[in-house]
């Protein structure tokens, strides 16, 4: 009789447990930003924080440092990320089949919002003799790990200027951080990135060494900026960084924040949504954001909108 109790209890609480509703298993939401010093993956990791802040019952977002547009892209396209951060000239190359992309466009590539301008820089230290771009001539110069944007940027400059990076100058592959350090270190005498401003990978070499900054400014660089919509001329105000008190004209591409036709359209929707009505919280995150604003955010994007993001723009009459 006590065990037939025992049975009958054991039953119940069984039953009660398969009839209670049963909590949903969050969905894990990978994020591919850039280097750990760079502005790509604060991107990717004060989004993931605001999301996990505000629909963190429903999503686990996880910000991933990476090697940059040309791996996010390609990462999207494989399914190994839900989001990525990419530079708008990039996007437009994968999208139409041009560059590394060439014969084989990633036709599946769609565009949720622009971030920050990023502008291409080349940093020296005072005491080489490099005060133009033509200087670097006979060099170490670092253009930028394979598969990064600053590299597709550094490219660009250079064929502009006519300068051969197997014949005129050493070229190394450096990453963003290690670049930095090279260049204290007098590994390297200079370097080429291209960078949401302020950036700790200039302001921290700049604590230790005397930088300069070098114009890109040249009539070929603005004749490019003028023939590409996704590039537009800009300046880095004097003071921004320490010891480089004049005003440096460059150009820039928008940081862009990416994803795949393959992600689900409501996965895509909640973070749109979510990220423009903290807007506020995203702009405090970090300096680079500062000033974002809604009708810029929607600038720049060269390749097609996602569903998920054109639903929420087209809900707030914004499109």
């Known amino acids: 009789m006590f065990g037939k109790r025992i049975f009958i209890a ?3 609480v069984l039953a009660l447990a398969l009839s209670a509703p049963q909590a949903k298993a969050k969905q894990d939401i990978l994020f591919g930003g850039a280097s750990i010093v760079g502005v790509y993956y604060q991107v990717a990791l004060q989004i993931s924080n605001i ?9 686990n977002y996880i910000g991933r440092p990476t090697g940059g547009s040309v791996f996010n892209i390609n990462a999207l396209e494989r399914g190994a990320f839900d989001f990525g951060v990419a530079q708008s ?3 437009w190359q994968a999208y139409n089949g041009a560059a590394e992309w060439e014969g084989s466009p990633i036709k599946s590539l769609r565009s949720l919002f622009s971030m920050h301008p990023e502008t291409v820089m080349l940093v020296t230290r005072q005491d080489t003799d490099i005060h133009s771009v033509e200087d670097i ?3 170490r110069i670092n253009i930028g790990n394979p598969g990064s944007g600053q590299r597709g940027n550094a490219m660009d400059v250079l064929e502009i200027y006519g300068i051969d990076p197997q014949n005129d100058f050493r070229a190394e592959g450096l990453e963003h951080h290690e670049a930095a350090r090279a260049l204290v270190d007098r590994n390297i005498d200079a370097f080429f990135y291209t960078i949401g401003n302020p950036s700790a990978a200039i ?3 700049a604590t230790s060494v005397d930088i300069r900054m070098i114009p890109i400014n040249a009539q070929g660089i603005k004749d490019m900026v003028e023939e590409k919509p996704y590039y537009i001329m800009t300046t ?3 003071g921004t960084y320490r010891g480089v008190d004049e005003d440096i004209e460059t150009y820039a591409v928008t940081a862009t924040v990416v994803s795949d036709e393959k992600v689900d359209e409501d996965v895509v929707y909640d973070m749109v949504k979510t990220v423009f009505e903290n807007l506020d919280a995203l702009r405090e995150s970090h300096a680079s954001f500062r000033h974002l604003e809604v009708e810029e955010m929607l600038q720049g994007l060269s390749a097609p909108l996602h569903p998920g993001a054109k639903r929420y723009y087209e809900e707030q009459g914004w499109m």
Do not use: L
């Open 137 to 139: 001539k006979g060099h």
């Open 236 to 238: 880095i105000p004097g």
């Open 10 to 12: 054991v039953a119940a």
């Open 51 to 59: 999301m996990n802040n505000e629909i963190g019952d429903k999503y």
């Open 89 to 91: 000239d990039r996007n």
């Open 203 to 205: 302001e921290e070499p």
